[in-house]
């Protein structure tokens, strides 16, 4: 079987590292503190929070997980929040059982009970009062509020994707609500995103409601030498032998970059013999770019004309600065139209400019992809 996995990774699976944030997410839980943990797509933000809560678990916290991709409304976001408290409630103890006692005090949201073929499951509906979606979600949070205050053991609440609550028109509203829930509360909220610029825009600006309400934390690539040892010991379980120069070569071909770690590694575990070839990584990483080109393009029909010449121009020749000579030339665009062009790429963190290096694609198979196309 094939050892590797792209998607999200359950605690108990293999897991690579990331022993340090995990120490640090359980001590400012265990506080009340609250985090923002930022990251590119695909570093492993969902699965490193899926392992706080486990831990938390077992000490006898309850725990929600919520996840705003693709939210449509203020009410959206209310009904998502509503349907985690209530899971989170119904698995840390039965709401059939003991945790009925929650259900007097619901008022936006209540379960309901059904039987699935895979077992007895539970979602929600809305309690039938016309409100306004903004009263809705205030009244949602105060459900969660109340919870907190009488559940007689600690919350831990993950909003996943938070930054995407900015695409609704009313997220000033919104982050407005959540500042006045949440502040004193004895529960710890751990706020995921990728869009870093974005997410972190909503804790790090003055005039934002959430301002100052987490505490910000970044995940950064894997570390060389961890990966390579992780994927020596995944080859080894799955019955195959990679050599750790081979294992450091794949990590660095996609630059530690925790999910292409993972797809490239099953990608050559998927075409190699019994031992790991030089030739294997180079076919491996052409599997991958063009396995992966779907969702380049897709990211590239969704950019201007003039927002892909920069991206590509970004891609072939890191421009220390954008509004530089060189890189205005390369791009083919006025510099006075650059920064705005830009800033929609940088919006979506797709360009990003570390502070000692040059500007960058932030996915290095797209960059990859970019500079072949
Ligand atoms: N520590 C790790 N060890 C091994 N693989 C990892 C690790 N972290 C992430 N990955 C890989 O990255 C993939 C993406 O992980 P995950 O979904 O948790 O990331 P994410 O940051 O939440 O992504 P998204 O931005 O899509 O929500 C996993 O399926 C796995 O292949
Ligand atoms: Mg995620």
């Given amino acids: 079987m094939n050892p590797f996995r792209i998607e999200a990774i359950q605690p108990g699976q293999p897991f690579c590292d990331r022993l340090d944030e995990l120490a640090r997410l359980l001590g400012h839980a265990e506080s009340f503190q609250n985090v923002m943990l930022s990251s590119p797509r695909r570093y492993g933000k969902t699965s490193l929070a899926l392992r706080v809560q486990d831990e938390l678990r077992k000490d006898g916290w309850g725990c929600m997980r919520v996840d705003f991709f693709g939210v449509d409304s203020v009410e959206d976001v209310a009904r998502r929040i509503g349907r985690g408290l209530i899971q989170a409630l119904d698995a840390r103890e039965s709401l059939l059982g003991k945790g ?5 005090g619901l008022t936006a949201f209540r379960p309901v009970f059904s039987l699935e073929e895979s077992g007895p499951s539970v979602s929600v509906q809305r309690i039938p009062e016309t409100l306004r979606p903004a009263d809705l979600l205030a009244n949602t949070l105060d459900d969660l509020a109340g919870v907190v205050k009488t559940a007689g053991f600690k919350l831990h609440v993950v909003f996943d994707e938070f930054q995407e609550i900015t695409r609704l028109g009313d997220s000033g509203q919104i982050e407005g609500i959540m500042r006045a829930a949440i502040q004193g509360q004895d529960a710890a909220y751990l706020f995921l995103g990728s869009r870093r610029g974005v997410l972190r825009a909503m804790f790090n600006e003055r005039k934002r409601p959430l301002f100052q ?12 030498p961890d990966a390579a040892a992780f994927l020596v010991e995944q080859f080894a379980k799955g019955g195959k032998r990679i050599a750790t120069d081979d294992a450091t070569a794949l990590c660095a071909m996609v630059e530690c970059y ?3 770690v993972q797809r490239l590694a099953a990608e050559v575990f998927q075409m190699s013999a019994k031992q790991v070839t030089a030739d294997d990584l180079r076919a491996g990483l052409r599997a991958v770019i063009g396995a992966e080109r779907y969702g380049y393009q897709a990211v590239l029909s969704g950019l201007t004309p003039r927002q892909t010449k920069i991206l590509r121009t970004i891609a072939r020749t890191p421009p220390t600065e954008l509004q530089g000579a060189a890189f205005v030339a390369h791009a083919g665009a006025p510099a006075s139209s650059i920064a705005q062009t830009a800033k929609k790429l940088l919006e979506e963190d797709i360009i990003e400019k570390p502070e000692t290096a040059p500007w960058r694609v932030v996915d290095p198979v797209f960059a990859q992809w970019l500079r072949e196309m």
Wanted: proline fraction near 20%; avoid cysteine.
């Fill in 213 to 224: 309400s987490a505490l910000p934390m970044a995940l950064g690539p894997l570390p060389a």
């Fill in 258 to 260: 925790p999910y292409y």
């Fill in 100 to 104: 009925k006692r929650f259900l007097r």
